[in-house]
């Protein structure tokens, strides 16, 4: 037997080499540098600003306004520092009553590699808030002797956030369509989304507004309302899903009926046997105040499993379409819904078509991000003349309109 020539050996262990290398390289890179997510719990009072009762409520203006105002700053601080790079967003998630004003509760999240170092951020992170806090803060008064900030666990800071309405958070640090010209979507991308099946198969979707309640189309329900033959599945995927309940009650709206082209009243709640267990894939919506306005041309998203084109099948990956506001005069002229749409109703979509809800999507959420990115019932998929077709627009059930039934209903 012939011994390998030198320069063969030679080339194969340097090939050897290279290899290993490679692979201890990328592994290294991925193990060590991935980045993960960080969070840190901030508290400080506001002086200026009196405490009411509205504060209680994440949903309502007051809560909204301040918020925003707090978040604003605190963002404008990191971009405009050396942590830039590494700070994600930041949540007030409590605003509470305080002797001398408002005491404020905030989650900041970063993205760290596991390799910086921990301990050296919780001071830059606490200097450059204080100082945001600080300086050019527009009207609010933060006093800086009641600020405290802490590191959490990530298994903390994500339960906070998860009894959250409204929040997703996605995995990946880029934030960024029977849905007809939409796109698959990401997992954790609409954590409230749920599929409502009848005897194990899709039926419609529907939406969480709590951890036992569900929004739906009234339709949905149609020669079927007992609710032990439903069932609702939760997570981007139907097949396997990430959970699932039985139902223990079905409340359609009084006043729908199950006539044919009957579209008015397409509203029903339904709560769940258990309430699910909020995570990053699971959580619930925001819904609006009754008095909250949507204007044309807003951009929202709708969501579901529904038909990638009028009588085609549902599909396994939850899809999502970008769709605007339509003016309701708009929706209402002769050549798209004549004279159809109510005040119950809201359009949305594209006069041009080619982007639609479609069968199967039906009860499902139209939502919107508001400037602080967080996410609003807008309406509930109910009808359209087929699908993306030009001239017909989606339709759907107007939350606000039918604010007050679903707090009767629910006590939400
Ligand atoms: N009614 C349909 C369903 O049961 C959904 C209709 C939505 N249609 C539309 N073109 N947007 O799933």
């Known amino acids: 037997m012939k011994l390998l020539e030198p320069w063969?050996?030679?080339?194969?262990?340097?090939?050897?080499?290279?290899?290993?290398?490679?692979?201890?390289?990328?592994?290294?890179?991925?193990?060590?540098?991935?980045?993960?997510?960080?969070?840190?719990?901030?508290?400080?009072?506001?002086?200026?600003?009196?405490?009411?009762?509205?504060?209680?409520?994440?949903?309502?203006?007051?809560?909204?306004?301040?918020?925003?105002?707090?978040?604003?700053?605190?963002?404008?601080?990191?971009?405009?520092?050396?942590?830039?790079?590494?700070?994600?967003?930041?949540?007030?998630i409590k605003l509470s009553p305080d002797a001398r004003g408002v005491a404020v509760e905030i989650v900041l999240m970063f993205h760290f590699s596991s390799n910086d170092n921990m301990a050296s951020y919780l001071e830059r992170v606490r200097n450059i808030l204080l100082q945001g806090l600080q300086t050019n803060t527009g009207y609010l008064q933060v006093d800086p002797s009641t600020f405290e900030l802490s590191g959490m666990k990530k298994e903390n800071g994500q339960n906070l956030l998860n009894n959250c309405c409204g929040i997703r958070i996605l995995n990946s640090p880029f934030y960024s369509d029977r849905i007809t010209g939409g796109r698959t979507a990401q997992e954790g991308a609409w954590p409230w989304q749920a599929s409502l099946q009848l005897s194990g198969i899709h039926r419609c979707g529907a939406t969480l507004i709590s951890d036992s309640w569900l929004v739906t189309a009234a339709h949905c329900f149609r020669g079927q309302r007992n609710p032990s033959l439903w069932a609702a599945s939760f997570g981007t995927v139907i097949r396997p899903p990430k959970g699932r309940r039985n139902l223990r009650s079905i409340i359609v709206h009084e006043q729908y009926t199950d006539t044919l082209r009957n579209h008015e009243y397409d509203i029903a709640v339904v709560q769940l046997a258990s309430p699910v267990e909020f995570s990053g894939d699971i959580r619930k919506v925001c819904l609006p105040e009754e008095f909250s306005v949507f204007p044309p041309n807003t951009s929202c998203f709708v969501t579901g499993w529904g038909a990638l084109q009028d009588d085609g099948p549902s599909v396994n990956n939850l899809r999502q379409a970008e769709v605007k506001i339509i003016d309701t005069d708009i929706c209402n002229r002769a050549e798209v819904y004549s004279g159809f749409i109510s005040p119950g109703m809201v359009c949305a979509g594209y006069l041009e078509g080619k982007i639609d809800a479609c069968q199967g999507d039906s009860g499902g959420p139209l939502v919107t991000a508001d400037s602080r990115g967080i996410w609003y019932l807008v309406g509930i998929v109910s009808w359209g003349d087929e699908c993306a077709k030009r001239n017909k627009p989606g339709v759907y059930t107007r939350v606000t309109y039918y604010r007050n039934w679903i707090a009767a209903k629910t006590g939400i």
């Open 8 to 92: 063969k050996l030679a080339l194969i262990s340097l090939a050897v080499v290279v290899f290993l290398a490679l692979v201890i390289g990328l592994l290294a890179y991925f193990l060590l540098m991935d980045p993960e997510m960080y969070f840190y719990n901030g508290s400080f009072k506001i002086t200026n600003v009196q405490y009411t009762p509205d504060f209680d409520k994440q949903t309502s203006k007051e809560f909204r306004g301040l918020s925003a105002n707090i978040e604003t700053l605190v963002t404008r601080a990191f971009r405009a520092s050396s942590l830039n790079k590494k700070y994600i967003r930041s949540h007030v």
